[in-house]
C-alpha cells in the first residue's frame, strides 16, 4: 500500500502568480530549474506522454522490467484522482511517488519539483515520469526532463498523428503501441511513422507491444538508456 507520502494531491501545491506572469514561460522557467538539478544529481528523466488507455503504465513496467539491474529507478505518476497505476509500477520494487493533480490535466514543473523533494536524487540514476493521460496540453508544459516520449496506439485511429501535431513537434520518441492489433484496426504503421516524421524529421519511433515486451529493447535504444 501507499504510504501518504508518496502521494501529492495537486490542489494543495500552489505557485504564486503575479499579474502579468504568462504561465507557460513560468513553467518554463521552472523546468530549466528541474533539468539543472536533475543534471547535476546525474539523474536522467523522461516524460512519458499519451491518451488512457495508451499503454503508458504497461510500457512503464516493461521498462523498469528491463532497467532496474542497470539504473536505481523512481517513477513518478500523475494521475487526477487514483493510485491504481502506482501500485503496479510498485510491483516492480522501485519507489513511486504518485501526484493526484485534482482538476488538472496535465503535469507541470512546479508540481514535479514538489515530488521531487520527497526523494532521494542521490538513490536513484533514472527518473520516469508518467503524465496525466491526455495527448493534448501535457506538450505545452515540460517538465525539465531530457527526453520527452509520446505513446499512441493503433486503437486510437489513423489520425493521432495529423490531429496532434503540437504534442508531436515537442517529442523526442514516438511509441506506437498494440502493434498486434494493427491489422484488426488497419492501421498501417509505417504510415503514422511517416506522418510524425513529416512534423518532426528527427523523431525516434519504437513500435510495440507493450502487454508481451515486444519493442521495448527498440524503445530502450531510442531513449540511448
Ligand atoms: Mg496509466
Ligand atoms: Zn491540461
Known sequence: MANTKDVIKGEEVTLEIQPGMNILEVNKKLAQK???????????????????????????????????????????????????????????????????????????????????????????DLLIIENVGNLICPAEFPLGTDKRVVVVSVTEGPYMVVKHPFTFMNADVMVINKKDLAETMKIDTKQLEKQVKEIKPDVKVAVTNALSGEGVEELIKALEL
Open 34 to 124: 528541474n533539468m539543472e538539478l536533475l543534471r547535476k544529481h546525474n539523474v536522467k528523466a523522461i516524460d512519458i506522454m499519451g491518451s488512457i488507455g495508451a499503454g503508458k503504465t504497461c510500457l512503464i513496467e516493461k521498462l523498469v522490467q528491463a532497467l532496474k539491474q542497470k539504473y536505481r529507478i523512481a517513477v513518478f505518476k500523475g494521475d487526477l484522482t487514483t493510485t491504481i497505476d502506482a501500485e503496479r509500477i510498485r510491483r516492480h520494487g522501485v519507489q513511486v511517488i504518485t501526484i493526484n493533480t485534482g482538476r488538472e490535466c496535465h503535469l507541470d514543473a512546479n508540481v514535479v519539483a514538489r515530488a521531487v523533494e520527497r526523494i532521494s536524487l542521490e538513490a536513484i
